[in-house]
């Protein structure tokens, strides 16, 4: 509050209810955050009480587990083992089946890779053709610019002659 404002309220008494008002709030302000703290205590205590109990259930069920796989072992222990290696048979045969797709389709895509590699091989066969093939179009054809050449050499020296002749009247 400004000073001016705290004279006021002096001069006309309300300062002291001004004051109360204020603490009256502090006070209540702090029996709220001390009531949230006893909730959020209480609420984390619950949270550990459920925790511990899972805690509890589960070396429960862990220990009884191990008394009981112990109490097996020693009742049946060739059973046991020939159970064991029969269950790895089945896993094994299991990922031979997850795996069985995978190989057909790799199988596949070999398959069409080594064909596309047959084609390939082929379309340069042909590319090797054409190339041939505009290679000889290329050398007539500057066999036939060659002869014209010739052919315009020996009209220019016959028009040579010409001019020279007619000179040398």
Do not use: C
Request: proline share 1%; glycine share 0%; aromatic share 8%.
């Amino acid at each position: 509050m400004d000073d001016s404002v705290i004279k006021v309220l002096r001069r006309n008494g309300s300062w002291e209810k001004s004051n109360k008002k204020s603490e009256d709030v502090n006070f209540s302000n702090k029996e709220k955050s001390d009531n949230k703290s006893l909730e959020d205590d209480f609420k984390l205590d619950e949270k550990f009480e459920i925790l511990a109990q899972e805690i509890k259930k589960r070396m429960n069920n862990k220990s009884s587990f191990e008394k009981s796989q112990r109490d097996f072992k020693k009742n049946d222990n060739s059973k046991n083992s020939f159970i064991t290696d029969k269950s790895d048979l089945e896993n094994i045969d299991r990922l031979k089946i997850k795996i069985l797709p995978y190989l057909k389709s790799l199988e596949k895509l070999i398959s069409e890779r080594q064909s596309h590699l047959e084609n390939i091989s082929e379309i340069d066969k042909e590319l090797d053709i054409i190339y041939k093939d505009i290679s000889n179009i290329k050398n007539d054809y500057l066999n036939t610019i060659n002869k014209l050449k010739q052919n315009m050499n020996f009209f220019d020296d016959s028009l040579e002659i010409i001019k020279y002749a007619k000179e040398e009247k």
